[in-house]
């Protein structure tokens, strides 16, 4: 999980909920920003929940992508899920920037595997890990199967996310161990930024790249091998 730092909110975003009456009220739900009207808002907010993200998902880092059929295949995550903002009479959670995130999947059907956002649902627990803590990234280690876990495994917190996130589907175990080969098998940067007992992951967002590396992760590299961490920038099914 790679940690995400916000920044400030759009202003069409910002000025359409000091505008808009229902939102001020706090009664205003989701739904509220839905509609041909708003479309523009709610199109800028996904952008720059996207772009401050560096196009990957904020649980799994698999990269943001669209369907076949042109859809995107993500949508926008609440940390707190408006039930919970709700039920906890907090309904500003609900428009909150800082509650919002990218995650990847957008209307999965009944059949295929949920996971991050879609798998969440309306789950929240003050243990849970989310990108926006400070420490999120060195709380998970990934096995040479591909699979995530807690470094620290008596991390309940960290557990518990991994299952109610289902950050080890198959697809994601998957994606995690073509890396890894990738990583083995060819001679890449990730592998000449290797050193003795660290593995230096560098890697720019799509939008960054003409600008210096925008991250540098200094990982252990016993506690941590590749992973989906990279897989925003060098997925190798786009190499
Ligand atoms: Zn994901």
């Given at each position: 999980m790679k940690?995400?730092?916000?920044?400030?909110?759009p202003?069409?975003?910002l000025?359409?909920?000091?505008?808009?009456?229902k939102?001020?009220r706090?009664?205003?739900?989701?739904?509220?920003?839905?509609?041909?009207?708003?479309?523009?808002?709610k199109?800028?907010?996904?952008?720059?929940?996207c772009?401050?993200?560096?196009?990957?998902?904020?649980?799994?880092?698999?990269?943001l992508?669209?369907?076949?059929?042109g859809q995107?295949?993500?949508?926008?995550?609440?940390?707190?899920?408006?039930?919970?903002?709700?039920?906890n009479?907090?309904?500003?959670?609900?428009?909150?920037?800082?509650?919002?995130?990218?995650?990847?999947?957008?209307n999965?059907?009944?059949?295929e595997?949920?996971?991050?956002?879609?798998?969440?649902?309306?789950?929240?627990?003050?243990?849970?890990?989310?990108?926006l803590?400070?420490?999120?990234?060195?709380?998970?280690?990934?096995?040479?199967?591909?699979?995530?876990?807690?470094?620290?495994k008596?991390?309940?917190?960290?557990q518990?996310?991994?299952?109610?996130?289902?950050?080890n589907?198959?697809?994601?175990?998957?994606?995690?161990?073509?890396?890894m080969?990738?990583?083995?098998?060819?001679?890449?940067?990730?592998?000449?930024?290797?050193?003795?007992d660290?593995?230096?992951?560098?890697?720019?967002?799509?939008?960054e790249?003409?600008?210096?590396?925008?991250?540098?992760?200094?990982i252990p590299?016993?506690t941590?091998?590749?992973?989906t961490?990279i897989?925003?920038?060098?997925?190798?099914?786009?190499?």
């Amino acid at each position: 999980m790679k940690h995400i730092i916000k920044k400030p909110e759009p202003e069409s975003f910002l000025n359409w909920k000091y505008t808009d009456v229902k939102v001020r009220r706090g009664n205003a739900k989701w739904s509220r920003l839905s509609g041909a009207k708003r479309a523009s808002i709610k199109q800028e907010l996904l952008e720059s929940l996207c772009k401050e993200q560096g196009y990957i998902c904020c649980y799994c880092e698999s990269k943001l992508i669209k369907k076949p059929c042109g859809q995107n295949d993500f949508h926008i995550e609440h940390i707190i899920s408006q039930n919970e903002a709700f039920k906890n009479n907090r309904p500003e959670l609900i428009f909150d920037y800082n509650n919002l995130l990218c995650s990847c999947q957008c209307n999965q059907s009944e059949d295929e595997d949920h996971q991050c956002g879609m798998s969440k649902g309306n789950w929240h627990s003050d243990d849970m890990v989310t990108p926006l803590q400070s420490d999120c990234e060195t709380r998970f280690r990934y096995t040479k199967f591909g699979k995530i876990k807690p470094l620290d495994k008596d991390d309940k917190g960290a557990q518990e996310t991994i299952e109610k996130l289902n950050l080890n589907a198959p697809i994601l175990v998957s994606f995690r161990l073509a890396l890894m080969n990738y990583m083995y098998y060819s001679n890449s940067e990730i592998l000449k930024r290797t050193t003795d007992d660290r593995i230096k992951l560098e890697y720019r967002s799509k939008d960054e790249r003409k600008n210096k590396f925008n991250l540098v992760q200094k990982i252990p590299i016993n506690t941590f091998f590749a992973g989906t961490f990279i897989l925003g920038a060098y997925n190798p099914f786009d190499l």
